[in-house]
């Protein structure tokens, strides 16, 4: 079953229920302002609105429902813990001792008999804070290395390390002593020439930086590093990057935290993206796929040479969730039973090609980049090469009126981003990349138009 419109959109009930919204939620909520629906059921990679109008779905949840929405066996698990146990703060379970077992037997052989597991609050970000409270105690070092770019969370300390600078204006006095460097985002590289002539220059200046005794930067607590940077733009970090930056930070003694939340739970195609760039961090930060059907759950894994902290140091009232931690081993036991990362790469290489002839028809897309089922399509304005968000909001609104979910990001929101379900299918890949090529000529047309028009005023 593929995208079915049988109203406007949004369709009248969901204006309805979006009214409301507006009249009694926050003002920070922002999905439904970009993408106004109001969703009736979800099944699979579909998902219908009140107005029984169907989508594509390829937002799952900012990355959550790796094997889609309501898999029927991980439905079936989650009603048996229900009815079993459900909170169960830090105490020892069976499902918990399972998902502990699971989880350390996804990391490479080499990391397994050495990582301590952490169970943090119910969000990536309570779980990078977590990391970040781990290093500093073990480190006895409050400064701390990030990226531009990088996006690690809304609470106050994550965000403190996240480079978009517009969600930080309004709040005063976020953690201090975080320190930015430039990420290896190749294409728009303020330290070289040209992509091509790239010596990976970003990480030479911090190594520079963190050598030199009157580098101003005291040794940091831990280096924190997306693999491939999600709502920076889906900029896959170069691999000559991410060795050097663990190289360094091993020379130095400095802990390295990866931060897979949006990477992990085999969004790239290996369980964690740091297999495919050959290093092993100190700590990994994991969330939103652990349980692979939604349910909230955030831990980090680390090395036992760090496990110094007391009892108590982080805790969290909903960090026993029995639930997801059972649909999780479910969710790994599906993986591998059903080679769904073989899916992953089949389709990374079909996006690669379909996405790629996009590029060579469509003046206006800079660059088409990912890494298995995380891809981005940069896009500018042909006459400046400058970031266009207003092309991108279009292109996203345009894909919403045919059938087809998907959000945006990175500089002035000038990137489409695709995070489809592991579990997509060739026919739905080819049926989303066909709403997008129809959105991109929409706006080529459009822009003729007016350019036309300019010509005859």
């Known amino acids: 079953m593929l995208p079915q419109l049988k109203t406007t959109v949004p369709g009248p009930e969901s204006r309805r229920l ?15 302002r970009n993408l106004p629906i109001a969703v009736a059921s979800a099944s699979g990679c579909l998902v219908e609105d009140v107005d029984g109008n169907t989508f594509i779905d390829f937002l799952a949840g900012a ?50 008999d050495r990582m301590r597991i952490q169970f ?3 969000t990536g970000a309570n779980a990078v804070d977590a990391a970040l409270k781990l290093c500093k105690t073990a480190t006895g ?27 930080k204006e309004s709040i005063g006095n976020v953690m201090p002593g975080v320190h930015f460097f430039p990420y290896s985002y190749c294409a728009r590289c303020p330290l070289s020439l040209t992509p091509d002539s790239c010596e990976t220059n970003c990480v030479a200046l911090l190594e520079s930086m963190l050598r030199d005794t009157h580098g101003g930067i005291p040794r940091p607590a831990a ?3 997306e693999l491939v940077q999600g709502e920076g733009g889906v900029i896959p ?8 930056v663990r190289e360094l930070t091993r ?30 961090p100190d700590v990994v930060v994991a969330s939103k796929a652990l349980s692979g059907i939604g349910l909230p759950a955030a831990i980090i894994l680390y090395d036992e040479k760090l496990d110094v902290w007391k009892p108590g140091a982080h805790s969290g009232t909903f960090r026993g969730n029995q639930m997801a931690f059972a649909t999780g081993v479910a969710a790994i036991e599906i993986i591998r039973r059903d080679e769904i990362l073989k899916n992953v790469l089949a389709r990374a290489d079909q996006l690669q090609a379909a996405l790629g002839d996009l590029q060579k028809r469509h003046p206006q897309v800079y660059e088409v980049r990912g890494l298995g089922l995380m891809w981005g399509i940069e896009l500018v304005d042909p006459a400046t090469g400058r970031p266009a968000g207003e092309l991108a909001r279009a292109a996203q609104r345009h894909c919403l009126e045919h059938g087809l ?20 299918t060739e026919e739905v890949v080819a049926a989303a990349v066909d709403i997008i090529d129809g959105a991109l000529t929409a706006l080529s047309s459009t822009a003729d138009t007016e350019r036309g028009a300019d010509v005859r005023a």
Not at 79 to 94: S, W
Not at 153 to 165: D, E, I, K, N, R
């Open 405 to 424: 979910i998907l959000e945006v990001g990175g500089r002035a929101d000038g990137v489409l981003r695709l995070l489809p379900p592991l579990v997509v």
């Open 141 to 167: 070092r409050g400064d701390v290395i990030a990226f531009s770019g990088a996006f690690h969370g809304s609470s106050t300390a994550a965000l403190s390390m996240t480079g978009w600078v517009g969600q």
């Open 120 to 122: 943090c609050g119910p």
């Open 223 to 225: 280096v924190v590093m």
């Open 237 to 244: 970090a170069r691999r000559d990057f991410v060795v050097r």
């Open 18 to 32: 979006l009214e409301r919204q507006a009249a009694v939620e926050s003002n920070a909520r922002s999905y439904p």
């Open 251 to 280: 020379e130095l003694g400095i802990p390295l935290v990866v931060d897979e939340v949006q990477t992990g739970c085999g969004r790239t195609g290996t369980w964690f993206a740091f297999e495919q760039y050959g290093i092993e």
């Open 63 to 112: 990355g959550v429902l790796s094997l889609g929405h309501s898999h029927p066996e991980l439905v079936e698990v989650a009603k048996r813990q229900l009815d079993t146990f459900v909170h169960g703060l830090d105490f020892p379970t069976p499902a918990k001792e399972e998902f502990v077992e699971a989880q350390l037997g996804m990391l490479p052989e080499s990391m397994r």
